[in-house]
């Protein structure tokens, strides 16, 4: 192979046909036409194109900067106590909606996972209906409940806690599906019958994991409750609603950071707790 | 298995009291504090319920079914969602790629890239979609477009991560034969690197779309676009059999686009 | 066998190399060899003895820290960059895991040995010349698997892949070869024949050839000349012939035992690979 060897055979040696890929090929033309359709003006698409974007960039821009404090046009701090007391409602709301909603998800969560649910039906209609669940963004359902429970925080709490139950009772029925199945076993030979099974055995292994999962619902939750109000469910959002349709920029911006700083600390602390449970 | 608390029993057997019971005391007391000062009365909310039943009824049992292809309807509404959730995915998958690979470790000797690359990354995802979508409907106009955006730049975040962290999780040793060939580092990208991750940055891009249209049916509710500004024009007028038929749909497209993902997804891996 | 080649100018020079790693550990201490073109070396040695560091010296992909290494007369632990591209490119290497891209094609696999001597430009959009894919090609028939071509490298079996291995560091028309054992994740029958490969290949092409083995017989049974490490010294350098009980205590620090060799081989399968006189199989 070099001038070592005989130059014509490698000249002579046949290219065979690369199969053609065909998938690809429908593959990239699929997505290119849906793009290519999702782009068109209105009515048929949404009207993307980047000249818009350009000319609307200088009146973005001024949205982010009056967001911000200036030495001649501060932040509202006197519009603080009222942001920190409706952040803390917000507060209240995610946690409240995280308890209930986990509390709902512990036994459910046991009917939905394959080695404890009372036969194959009962785990279909389980799984079913946590899938259901989860398929509804919270922010329709908050909207929706907000109709029916009046404006406040009671349709924020229900909503989350409906979503609370979806996240939890998934997380924690897959979990349970990966448990030692020893303990289980050992009551089963004593007697002991599905509830005792779910008690004694699976709880205390899981139990961990529980509680991991319910922090991680109340971290999601203190964002969605945040930005649920915009809706009319209560907490900070509705002032946040308010501001900016009342283009009070400043208090806009430091509603955010509040928020920001808010979930931020939450983070933190829940992410420390999360890792040294399990 | 955590739970043996130094009591001598087998873990398992028996659930142990003691921090059983100091977090159930936990638990309550941050519910009776989490509940104080939201006022609600016990008839409120039997009254809710008992309208939120109204509510259903007129939703699920009487949806108004003509409301599905009427002109500016269901579909309508749907078909822009997912336009503004294609779109933006698809923004999002570009863009990304030049973030991702700016912040995986492995391709730099110096750590000081990929470190900035990180941060940016992050910025980018400390802004909710939500408040990206109202900036852009301040600065463009409300309607498809502003959705579009706001999902296109709020995604580029957790794409640049899952990107990165791709990268840097490569096989080292097919990276190292081809620098013993000779290869120059930009040839050792492109046919060791590329190769290995693309299909599963197209799993990314598909993964973020489901999320995407989540999201893309929600912001229409703050005006930006899709199914969600339907919804809230309907709920202004109280239309409940209408706000069935959305709802219903809502989920139907949701699920749909689930199966596929899904499915394009397991034959990519 | 070495001796009876007239006297021909070393390829390959180290004098006076060490390697000391960050934590402290001495990997080669202060080693001195020389090899002419077309010899098939072996290294034996317990793990840890420098073996692999050894080798991967020879490309620079481990640098030494002290003393030099010619190659053809140039000290490539003073190559800069582009410099040591053009070296690697000469020296074909083989890995115990095959370390082929695996999502790629076989025969894109063994393009890659064909980098070093392309444009980047070319290479980078995938434009190979037609001779190189035709190189590439043959190097897939010459060990014996052409009709792998577009199959995805992952697809196939240990001693396949290697063999796609073999037919990378072909491409690249290399002086010399680094095995960097090889046969190690392979079962006997498999591995004997990946041997058997290289040595037919050292002949033919005058390849200078480094084999790292674990298992002293099979480096008996192929290797011309056998060199044993023992704490990053040689402690043997001679035809296998020399090699004996006690040299094999010198290098191990024990006797021999059973799990140093792998067995002699029941079943020998032909060899794949075909001698260069037959164009086609």
Same mark, same amino acid.
């Given at each position: 192979?070099?001038?070592?060897?005989?130059?014509?055979?490698?000249? &002579?040696? &046949? /290219?065979?046909?690369?199969?053609?890929?065909?998938?690809?090929?429908?593959?990239?033309?699929?997505? !290119?036409?849906?793009?290519?359709?999702?782009?068109?003006?209105?009515? /048929?698409?949404?009207?993307?194109?980047?000249?818009?974007?350009?000319?609307?960039?200088?009146?973005?821009?001024?949205?982010?900067?009056?967001?911000?404090?200036?030495?001649?046009?501060?932040?509202?701090?006197?519009?603080?106590?009222?942001?920190?007391?409706?952040?803390? &409602?917000?507060?209240?709301?995610?946690?409240?909606?995280?308890?209930?909603?986990?509390?709902?998800?512990?036994?459910?969560?046991?009917?939905?996972?394959?080695?404890?649910?009372?036969?194959?039906?009962?785990?279909?209609?389980?799984?079913?209906?946590?899938?259901?669940?989860?398929?509804?963004?919270?922010?329709?359902?908050?909207?929706?409940?907000?109709?029916?429970?009046?404006?406040?925080?009671?349709?924020?709490?229900?909503?989350?806690? /409906?979503?609370?139950?979806?996240?939890?009772?998934?997380?924690?029925?897959?979990?349970?599906?990966?448990?030692?199945?020893?303990?289980?076993?050992?009551?089963?030979?004593?007697?002991?019958?599905?509830?005792?099974?779910?008690?004694?055995?699976?709880?205390?292994?899981?139990?961990?994991?529980?509680?991991?999962?319910?922090?991680?619902?109340?971290? !999601?939750?203190?964002?969605?409750?945040?930005?649920?109000?915009?809706?009319?469910?209560?907490?900070?959002?509705?002032?946040?609603?308010?501001?900016?349709?009342?283009?009070?920029?400043?208090?806009?911006?430091?509603?955010?950071?509040?928020?920001?700083?808010?979930?931020?600390?939450?983070?933190?602390?829940?992410?420390?707790?999360?890792?040294?449970? !399990? | 298995?955590?739970?043996?608390?130094?009591?001598?029993?087998?873990?398992?057997?028996?659930?142990?009291?003691?921090?059983?019971?100091?977090?159930?005391?936990?638990?309550?007391?941050?519910?009776?504090?989490?509940?104080?000062?939201?006022?609600?009365?016990?008839?409120?909310?039997?009254?809710?319920?008992?309208?939120?039943?109204?509510?259903?009824?007129?939703?699920?049992?009487?949806?108004?079914?003509?409301?599905?292809?009427?002109?500016?309807?269901?579909?309508?509404?749907?078909?822009?969602?997912?336009?503004?959730?294609?779109? %933006?995915?698809?923004?999002?998958?570009?863009?990304?790629?030049?973030?991702?690979?700016?912040?995986?470790?492995?391709?730099?000797?110096?750590?000081?890239?990929?470190?900035?690359?990180?941060?940016?990354?992050?910025?980018?995802?400390?802004?909710?979609?939500?408040?990206?979508?109202?900036?852009?409907?301040?600065?463009?106009?409300?309607?498809?477009?502003?959705?579009?955006?706001?999902?296109?730049?709020?995604?580029?975040?957790?794409?640049?991560?899952?990107?990165?962290?791709?990268?840097?999780?490569?096989?080292?040793?097919?990276?190292?034969?081809?620098?013993?060939? %000779?290869?120059?580092?930009?040839?050792?990208?492109?046919?060791?690197?590329?190769?290995?991750?693309?299909?599963?940055?197209?799993?990314?891009?598909?993964?973020?779309?489901?999320?995407?249209?989540?999201?893309?049916?929600?912001?229409?509710?703050? %005006?930006?676009?899709?199914?969600?500004?339907?919804?809230?024009?309907?709920?202004?007028?109280?239309?409940?059999?209408?706000?069935?038929?959305?709802?219903?749909?809502?989920?139907?497209?949701?699920?749909?686009?689930?199966?596929?993902?899904?499915?394009?997804?397991?034959?990519?891996? | 066998?070495?001796?009876?080649? *007239?006297?021909?100018?070393?390829?390959?020079?180290?004098?006076?190399?060490?390697?000391?790693?960050?934590?402290?550990?001495?990997?080669?201490?202060?080693?001195?060899?020389?090899?002419?073109?077309?010899?098939?070396?072996?290294?034996?040695?317990?793990?840890?003895?420098?073996?692999?560091?050894?080798?991967?010296?020879?490309?620079?992909?481990?640098?030494?820290?002290?003393?030099? =290494?010619?190659?053809?007369?140039?000290? =490539? #632990?003073?190559?800069?960059?582009?410099?040591?591209?053009?070296?690697?490119?000469?020296?074909?290497? =083989?890995?115990?895991?095959?370390?082929?891209?695996?999502?790629?094609?076989?025969?894109?696999?063994?393009?890659?040995?064909? @980098?070093?001597?392309? *444009?980047?430009?070319?290479?980078?959009?995938?434009?190979?010349?037609?001779?190189?894919?035709?190189?590439?090609?043959?190097?897939?028939?010459?060990?014996?698997?052409?009709?792998?071509?577009?199959?995805?490298?992952?697809?196939?079996?240990?001693?396949?892949?290697?063999?796609?291995?073999?037919?990378?560091?072909?491409?690249?028309?290399?002086?010399?070869?680094?095995?960097?054992? *090889?046969?190690?994740? @392979?079962?006997?029958?498999?591995?004997?024949?990946?041997?058997?490969?290289?040595?037919?290949?050292?002949?033919?092409?005058?390849? @200078?050839?480094?084999?790292?083995?674990?298992?002293?017989?099979?480096?008996?049974?192929?290797?011309?000349?056998?060199?044993?490490?023992?704490?990053?010294?040689?402690?043997?350098?001679?035809?296998?012939?020399?090699? #004996?009980?006690?040299?094999?205590?010198?290098?191990?620090?024990?006797?021999?035992? *059973?799990?140093?060799?792998?067995?002699?081989?029941?079943?020998?399968?032909?060899?794949?690979?075909?001698?260069?006189?037959?164009?086609?199989?």
């Amino acid at each position: 192979m070099s001038a070592r060897t005989a130059r014509p055979e490698v000249a &002579e040696t &046949e /290219i065979p046909r690369p199969p053609f890929p065909w998938q690809g090929w429908i593959a990239a033309v699929a997505v !290119v036409g849906l793009l290519w359709w999702s782009s068109m003006p209105p009515p /048929i698409g949404t009207g993307f194109n980047l000249r818009e974007v350009v000319e609307g960039w200088p009146q973005m821009q001024v949205f982010f900067q009056r967001l911000f404090p200036t030495p001649d046009r501060p932040w509202p701090l006197d519009y603080l106590p009222q942001i920190v007391n409706r952040m803390t &409602e917000t507060l209240k709301i995610a946690t409240a909606a995280s308890i209930f909603g986990a509390v709902f998800a512990l036994p459910f969560a046991m009917l939905a996972a394959r080695n404890l649910a009372a036969g194959r039906i009962v785990y279909g209609f389980g799984r079913g209906l946590l899938n259901l669940i989860r398929t509804i963004p919270d922010l329709v359902l908050a909207a929706l409940l907000a109709s029916a429970f009046g404006i406040g925080p009671l349709p924020g709490v229900l909503a989350l806690t /409906i979503f609370t139950f979806g996240v939890v009772a998934k997380l924690l029925s897959d979990t349970i599906e990966t448990v030692d199945p020893g303990p289980q076993e050992a009551i089963t030979a004593a007697g002991g019958n599905r509830i005792q099974q779910a008690l004694f055995a699976v709880f205390p292994q899981v139990a961990p994991d529980f509680v991991a999962y319910s922090l991680y619902a109340f971290e !999601v939750n203190i964002r969605a409750a945040a930005f649920l109000g915009y809706v009319g469910a209560g907490g900070i959002g509705m002032i946040l609603n308010r501001d900016v349709k009342f283009f009070n920029y400043g208090r806009v911006g430091l509603i955010i950071t509040t928020i920001f700083v808010t979930v931020l600390i939450i983070d933190t602390v829940s992410t420390t707790i999360r890792r040294r449970l !399990v | 298995m955590s739970t043996d608390h130094g009591q001598g029993l087998p873990p398992g057997a028996r659930p142990a009291y003691g921090v059983a019971i100091g977090y159930a005391v936990l638990t309550v007391a941050a519910l009776a504090w989490s509940l104080s000062g939201i006022e609600v009365s016990p008839e409120r909310i039997m009254r809710g319920f008992g309208q939120a039943g109204h509510l259903l009824t007129m939703m699920f049992l009487q949806p108004d079914w003509s409301y599905v292809a009427k002109e500016d309807g269901l579909l309508e509404g749907l078909r822009q969602s997912v336009q503004i959730a294609a779109l %933006g995915t698809a923004i999002a998958a570009v863009l990304a790629i030049p973030f991702g690979v700016l912040a995986a470790r492995n391709l730099y000797p110096l750590p000081i890239a990929p470190l900035i690359g990180k941060q940016l990354l992050n910025l980018i995802r400390t802004f909710p979609e939500l408040l990206l979508a109202i900036a852009f409907i301040k600065g463009i106009g409300p309607g498809a477009f502003a959705g579009v955006l706001a999902i296109g730049i709020h995604s580029i975040g957790m794409m640049g991560k899952l990107y990165a962290e791709r990268i840097e999780t490569t096989d080292k040793g097919a990276l190292e034969s081809l620098r013993a060939a %000779g290869a120059s580092p930009l040839e050792v990208f492109v046919f060791g690197i590329v190769p290995e991750v693309l299909p599963d940055f197209l799993s990314f891009t598909l993964y973020r779309f489901d999320l995407n249209i989540r999201s893309a049916t929600v912001l229409g509710i703050v %005006g930006a676009g899709g199914i969600g500004e339907k919804l809230v024009f309907q709920q202004m007028s109280s239309n409940w059999h209408t706000i069935g038929v959305i709802v219903m749909g809502i989920i139907v497209t949701i699920l749909l686009v689930d199966f596929i993902s899904g499915k394009l997804r397991a034959k990519l891996a | 066998m070495p001796s009876e080649r *007239p006297s021909v100018e070393p390829l390959v020079v180290l004098e006076n190399v060490s390697k000391r790693y960050p934590n402290g550990h001495l990997a080669l201490d202060r080693v001195s060899l020389s090899f002419r073109p077309g010899e098939f070396v072996v290294i034996v040695g317990l793990s840890g003895a420098g073996k692999s560091t050894l080798i991967r010296c020879l490309n620079r992909l481990v640098e030494p820290t002290e003393g030099r =290494i010619l190659i053809a007369g140039e000290d =490539i #632990t003073r190559f800069g960059d582009a410099d040591l591209r053009r070296q690697r490119a000469k020296i074909g290497m =083989i890995f115990q895991n095959y370390n082929l891209v695996r999502r790629s094609s076989v025969l894109r696999n063994v393009l890659a040995g064909r @980098l070093a001597h392309l *444009p980047t430009w070319r290479t980078v959009m995938g434009w190979f010349p037609k001779d190189d894919i035709r190189l590439a090609l043959r190097c897939l028939q010459r060990v014996g698997i052409p009709e792998k071509a577009y199959q995805r490298a992952d697809t196939l079996s240990g001693g396949q892949q290697q063999r796609v291995a073999i037919a990378r560091a072909l491409a690249q028309e290399p002086m010399i070869l680094l095995a960097d054992e *090889p046969v190690a994740s @392979l079962d006997p029958p498999t591995a004997h024949q990946v041997l058997r490969d290289l040595k037919l290949l050292s002949r033919e092409e005058n390849l @200078l050839t480094f084999v790292n083995l674990h298992f002293v017989d099979m480096a008996m049974e192929y290797a011309d000349r056998i060199i044993g490490l023992r704490a990053g010294k040689v402690v043997f350098d001679g035809p296998t012939t020399g090699m #004996t009980e006690s040299t094999f205590e010198e290098i191990y620090n024990r006797r021999i035992r *059973p799990d140093d060799l792998r067995g002699a081989v029941d079943d020998r399968s032909p060899t794949p690979l075909l001698p260069e006189t037959i164009v086609v199989r």
